[in-house]
């Protein structure tokens, strides 16, 4: 008899058990990331939105750049307690806030509405087709950490010499890099969640909620620059 027909064993009661554990963990996972991307998605809105209507000036990059990392590593020291959650509505508000003048700049180009709402819905198309392809392939990017991790410090330190010297070449180049390395990003976490390699929803949420906000300003300069 073939080996595809003899290949297969029989599970024991504890294997099938662990099994049963390790899917319900998973899937529990799962269900708290999403609802809690949801509700700090919500709330960034919000504080972007406030953020517009108040026609808030656009805040210090230094004062961006230490909120931001402040945040994160708060939340990352807090991400095993209630107060971790504190931290992620703290974090994604306050980024919501340094966005909301920054769509404002876009609101006030030719097409400016469209722009935005484009840029807008291309974020949640590319997010719901990337992570939905990881939940059904169920497949390992594990292997995209190291590339992740380099291509991100690069472009890090890329968008600060645009952003210092005033090059809008290279502002270019970075907002496709990031488009590139966001889109990877989400591949990545979404499998690491699938796949047991990330446990804990919080960090999952900030990982994706950092994919998003970026995807969505590189997006939205991209747009900006088609329009003007």
């Known amino acids: 008899m073939s080996d595809r ?3 297969s064993r029989v599970l024991t009661g504890e294997e099938r058990s662990a099994q049963n554990a390790r ?3 998973t899937n529990r996972l799962i269900r708290n990331t999403y609802l809690l991307l949801s509700l700090t998605l919500a709330f960034s809105a919000a504080t972007a939105g406030f953020a517009v209507l108040s026609d808030a000036p656009r805040l210090n990059i230094f004062v961006v750049l230490g909120g931001f990392f402040g945040l994160l590593f708060l939340t990352q020291y807090l ?3 209630v107060w971790g959650l504190a931290s992620v509505f703290a974090l994604t508000g306050f980024m919501g806030y340094t966005l909301g003048p920054i769509i404002n700049l876009y609101l006030g180009l030719p097409n400016g509405g469209q722009t935005v709402m484009t840029a807008f819905g291309g974020t949640a198309a590319i997010f719901i087709g990337l992570s939905a392809y990881a939940l059904a392939s169920r497949r390992d990017f594990s292997f995209m950490r190291g590339f992740l991790f380099a291509g991100i410090l690069v472009g890090f330190v890329a968008a600060l010499a645009a952003y210092f010297l005033q090059m809008p070449g290279l502002s270019l180049a970075v907002s496709v890099m990031f488009m590139i390395l966001m889109s990877g990003l989400i591949l990545y976490q979404t ?3 699938v796949n047991g390699g ?3 929803y919080i960090m999952a ?5 950092v ?3 970026n995807l969505f300003t590189s997006l939205l300069h991209l747009l900006g620059l088609a329009n003007e």
Do not use: F, K
């Open 79 to 81: 991400r095993n307690s």
């Open 211 to 213: 994919a998003l906000y």
């Open 5 to 7: 027909y003899t290949d």
């Open 23 to 25: 899917a319900l963990a």
């Open 198 to 200: 990330e446990d804990n």
């Open 205 to 209: 949420t900030v990982t994706l909620y």
């Open 191 to 193: 499998s690491e969640m």
